[in-house]
């Protein structure tokens, strides 16, 4: 406990950019304001058997640290007979598929020593249907385990046929859901969170599905995830818990005033989310439709959560398919747009390569292009599109114009300036369309993000802008050619197309 600890100190140290804590249970850590989700099985294949594996997800540590992320969300890796790993048949272990415990407990030391956190996903909605205390439910009422699922003699939307009655699935049938009101089920789940907190030494989880522990009861999913949240908190004050509520902004911020520390910001995501909306079509309007959507989300989400915006994850179509695969500068705009989000940024494996994939789910998962394609992991089964837009990591690591070392520089833009990701937000009025002006203040700065999110460039005269920001601290512009001009000083303000400026005061 007490080297985790350490750990996370060192963390809090290293990474300057951390988000404000909503951890209301004790002064705890924050968490980092920037993650990085990993699908282990597409990531890094370390024993060439053409399956990613923890140990691929070691080797492949510095690559994330490199990146600027603080914290890794790793996809489900416990045992499970599906290739996605949602559908668990023992919460106590690693899918061998992936490697053992020890394997992961070295992934878990090495992280810490890089300064980073690992939060687990972790499925307790349903199990799956090949777990042992589904078996024994299925045998008849007399199974200890037959109260652990929810029943119906008559067919009912969401159950499935299993032994001449009916037992919830919301899903699909392979995934029984559990039933959450069966305090021996909740002691299974705390006895689950104290293994892997504990024994194991994770830092959090990423909770899956949570509108459907009770589907379409709101109430009793937050009277649940404020449980669960207690007894994780309990267990290890400083733990982060991020929650998928798959949902409209006004329900989000419901499911916000729980006491969970974090939840997906949804509605910025995918080719309808407001990132998309900012950067759709010319443009003309694009800064003050950025400004009315982080308004919108400053008004609407309680104050104290921590908001978690991404652009895409493994259930969403990839970034580049609403920015095209022609234009890169549009693609690096969506990232910088994203990085300056406030709250725990989401950044999906491939994202920062501008990798591709839509339609089924494996073809959104399908392997990292490390090197070329003979670097690759396996295919996930069902993947029908297998290919890359963008160049390789070795390839964008070579080129400073690349995409990768756009969202390089747009996270270390976030880290040397917490206020992005931690201060209170404030969007100001301006003059031009094209320009969203937005304050943040943290800790006894200010800063002016001045964003030019559409393909005008725009000129800033001092009357445009608030007075005493003389000063251009940082800019990141989409094109090696052009860059922020501020000249003389602390007067115009030239934004070419697709830029960002910092001014301090
Ligand atoms: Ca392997």
Redesign the pocket.
């Known amino acids: 406990m007490k080297k985790r600890l350490v750990c996370l100190l060192l963390a809090f140290v290293l990474l300057s950019g951390l988000c404000p804590a909503a951890l209301s249970a004790a002064p705890a850590v924050p968490p980092p304001d920037a993650w990085y989700e990993i699908f282990v099985r597409s990531f890094y294949?370390?024993?060439?058997?053409?399956?990613?594996?923890l140990r691929?997800v070691t080797e492949k540590l510095d690559y994330v640290a490199s990146l600027g992320c603080g914290g890794i969300w790793l996809m489900p890796i416990m045992p499970s007979p599906s290739y996605h790993k949602y559908d668990v048949t023992d919460y106590y272990d690693i899918d061998p598929?992936y490697g053992t415990l020890a394997d992961m407990r070295a992934m878990l030391a090495e992280a810490h020593a890089h300064g980073m956190c690992v939060i687990l996903d972790l499925p307790v909605n349903h199990c799956s249907s090949e777990h042992a205390w589904f078996q024994s439910a299925l045998t008849g009422p007399e199974s200890p385990y037959r109260s652990w699922f929810n029943w119906s003699d008559s067919p009912q939307s969401g159950y499935s046929e299993g032994g001449g009655v009916y037992y919830e699935s919301r899903f699909v049938d392979t995934m029984p859901d559990l039933n959450l009101d069966n305090p021996a089920v909740r002691e299974e789940i705390a006895a689950i969170l104290r293994f892997w907190l504990e024994e194991v030494g994770v830092d959090g989880f990423r909770l899956d599905a949570v509108t459907s522990y009770y589907t379409g009861n709101v109430e009793q999913n937050l009277s649940f995830l404020n449980w669960l949240a207690d007894t994780a908190h309990a267990i290890r004050p400083d733990c982060f818990l991020v929650a998928e509520a798959w949902t409209d902004l006004n329900t989000l911020a419901r499911y916000s005033e729980s006491r969970i520390d974090s939840f997906f910001t949804f509605p910025v995501s995918q080719a309808e989310g407001y990132i998309a909306k900012v950067l759709g079509g010319r443009g003309k309007q694009a800064g003050k439709k950025l400004g009315e959507y982080v308004a919108l989300l400053e008004d609407t989400l309680p104050a104290n959560t921590v908001p978690a915006p991404f652009t895409e994850n493994h259930d969403t179509g990839r970034t580049v398919g609403f920015t095209g695969r022609g234009n890169p500068a549009k693609t690096k705009m969506a990232g910088g747009l994203l990085c300056l989000m406030r709250g725990a940024v989401f950044l999906y494996y491939g994202q920062e390569i501008g990798m591709v994939g839509s339609g089924e789910d494996p073809n959104k998962r399908i392997g990292m292009l490390w090197t070329d394609e003979t670097s690759t992991t396996l295919p996930p089964p069902g993947a029908t599109q297998i290919e890359y837009a963008y160049p390789s990591v070795s390839e964008q690591e070579a080129d400073p114009g690349s995409l990768l070392n756009y969202y390089r520089a747009a996270l270390r833009l976030r880290r040397e300036y917490p206020a992005i990701a931690r201060g209170t937000s404030r969007v100001l009025p301006c003059e031009f369309d094209e320009i969203c002006l937005i304050e943040r203040s943290w800790a006894g700065q200010d800063l002016l993000l001045v964003i030019n999110p559409s393909v005008s460039p725009t000129q800033l005269s001092p009357a445009d802008y608030p007075p005493g920001y003389s000063r251009l601290a940082a800019s990141l512009c989409t094109g090696p050619e052009f860059s922020v001009i501020f000249q003389p000083e602390g007067t115009v303000l030239h934004m070419p197309a697709y830029s960002i400026a910092v001014l301090t005061k």
């Open positions: 294949d370390s024993d060439g058997d053409g399956i990613g594996d691929g598929e």
